[in-house]
T-cell receptor
Framework: GAGVSQTPSNKVTEKGKYVELRCDPI?????LYWYRQSLGQGPEFLIY????????DSGLPNDRFFAVRPEGSVSTLKIQRTERGDSAVYLC????????????FGPGTRLTVL | GENVEQHPSTLSVQEGDSAVIKCTYS??????FPWYKQELGKRPQLIID?????GEKKDQRIAVTLNKTAKHFSLHITETQPEDSAVYFC????????????FGGGTRLMVKP
């Protein structure tokens, strides 16, 4: 079946602009996670949804970052007033929920802020 | 804060040799430890995982060991092949951190033919 998909695969924007990154999880997966991966580092947690609600958003770096999952499936990560330090690969993962179920990752969106 | 430390950052082995990557974690309540393989420009993919109530798990050439007392876990790859070359990340679900993964910094494994 189809895996986790993310669009766009690449996004180049200018400092100060607004961007939206989209994640389509595996069908039936109730849990959805956003991570950010900087070059040469491991992914860092941003936010986690269980169904439609954000179960934990403690990883969002500041209030410029926001994410939604209105129907419990597709999620959008929104970044306002982008800064050069936001440049990274943004990874989405989904799972059946719970601690022990595998998190399946999408291919990521590479965001470059000029 | 709670974190996961991973060593070494790079590892070069000859084809056919074994490779070992080690991780330590700080939260004794951590209960799930997956390992992901990430090839250049690709998504992380789970290769093996272990739960806190298990000391060792093996899947063909790959094994993971967990020492809860010492709070460390290791990935063992035997009979390495060139296609094992990638970046490997350990991760943990920390005890009080919900279901999100905390990743180590990664190990770049290079298998020389």
């Amino acid at each position: 079946g189809a895996g986790v998909s993310q669009t766009p695969s690449n996004k180049v924007t200018e400092k100060g602009k607004y961007v939206e990154l989209r994640c389509d999880p595996i069908s039936g997966h109730t849990a959805l996670y956003w991570y950010r991966q900087s070059l040469g580092q491991g992914p860092e947690f941003l936010i986690y949804f269980q169904g439609t609600g954000a179960a934990d958003d403690s990883g969002l770096p500041n209030d410029r970052f926001f994410a939604v999952r209105p129907e419990g499936s597709v999620s959008t990560l929104k970044i306002q007033r982008t800064e050069r330090g936001d440049s990274a690969v943004y990874l989405c993962a989904s799972s059946l929920g719970g601690v022990y179920n595998e998190q399946f990752f999408g291919p990521g969106t590479r965001l470059t802020v000029l | 804060g709670e974190n996961v430390e991973q060593h070494p950052s790079t590892l070069s082995v000859q084809e056919g040799d074994s490779a070992v990557i080690k991780c330590t974690y700080s939260d004794s309540a951590s209960n799930y430890f997956p390992w992901y393989k990430q090839e250049l420009g690709k998504r992380p993919q789970l290769i093996i995982d272990i739960r806190s109530n298990v000391g060792e798990k093996k899947d063909q050439r790959i094994a993971v060991t967990l020492n809860k007392t010492a709070k460390h876990f290791s990935l063992h790859i035997t009979e390495t092949q060139p296609e094992d070359s990638a970046v490997y990340f350990c991760a943990a679900i920390l005890g009080n951190a919900g279901n999100m993964l905390t990743f180590g910094g990664g190990t770049r494994l290079m298998v020389k033919p």
